[in-house]
């Protein structure tokens, strides 16, 4: 018996969503994968972030900051600084299919008044679904997957929002069966779409395993157990996806 689900949020297809609740706007604020552009929702409730049609775009594909398309998974996160950044990646070529981090600043502390182009993160880094953390010292890190056909979980210091430092590891890979589902084995092997979740005290990386186009896309959790989080023996993956079919 096929079953359906209808989206409550929104009609339209929107992949890779992303919200966030600003107390000091009183806004919640949420992007998606729209392909050609970034654009910038905002409601007072979070039920209602697409369909009151608030929004603005602060950002267009094209040769004048070197991205062409394929702008994928946005996150905006808010820095010790007080302004916002979105972190997303897009192809640097007009014909081609590798990808470049990017990063957006905020105008002003309120997102909703507009965003500059700060830059790529790196040149000559292949990486896709950037997501940043925040620690209660106020040093940044980003999560990015990268790579060709295997795709691994990579974690970098931060010495600014815009700017990658130094220290950096590869902190997941697919190893368990459920992240290996033919054809996704060898080297064609995912992980993909990190985010940092804190609870209390114990900090995790929610990601997702296998293809996206696949019914057996799943999502992994990686636990910090303390220790340098640009390494990988501070992270132990548990050994089975949170939702089994």
């Not at 979070?46 to 070197?66: K, P, Y």
């Not at 007080?82 to 002003?108: A, C, D, H, N």
């Not at 064609?188 to 900090?203: H, M, P, Q, S, W």
Request: net charge negative; charged share 25%.
């Amino acid at each position: 018996m096929t079953k359906t689900f209808r989206n409550p949020l929104e009609n339209r297809d929107a992949p890779d969503p992303f919200m966030t609740y600003d107390p000091v706007t009183g806004y919640f604020y949420a992007l998606f994968t729209c392909g050609d552009r970034l654009e910038l929702y905002r409601s007072r409730h979070a039920a209602r972030i697409l369909t009151d049609r608030d929004s603005r775009v602060v950002f267009r594909v094209g040769r004048e900051h070197g991205i062409y398309d394929c702008v994928w998974a946005p996150e905006m996160h808010k820095a010790p600084n007080g302004k916002w950044y979105i972190y997303t990646s897009g192809t640097y070529q007009p014909e081609g299919w590798e990808k470049r981090l990017f990063v957006m600043e905020s105008e002003t502390a309120d997102p909703f008044d507009g965003f500059c182009f700060k830059g790529k993160l790196d040149e000559n880094l292949h990486a896709i679904d950037p997501t940043v953390y925040t620690d209660e010292q106020g040093k940044q890190y980003i999560c990015y997957s990268n790579g060709g056909s295997a795709q691994h979980l990579f974690i970098r210091e931060l010495e600014n929002p815009w700017t990658l430092a130094e220290k950096c590891d590869d902190v997941s890979h697919a190893e368990y069966d459920w992240e290996m589902v033919p054809p996704y084995v060898g080297k064609d092997t995912i992980n993909e779409g990190a985010f940092f979740v804190k609870n209390g005290e114990r900090l995790f990386i929610i990601y997702s395993g296998n293809g996206c186009w696949s019914d057996d896309y799943c999502l992994g959790v990686l636990e910090y157990t303390g220790g340098e989080l640009c390494d990988r023996s501070s992270w132990k993956k548990h050994p089975v996806p949170l939702f089994v079919k």
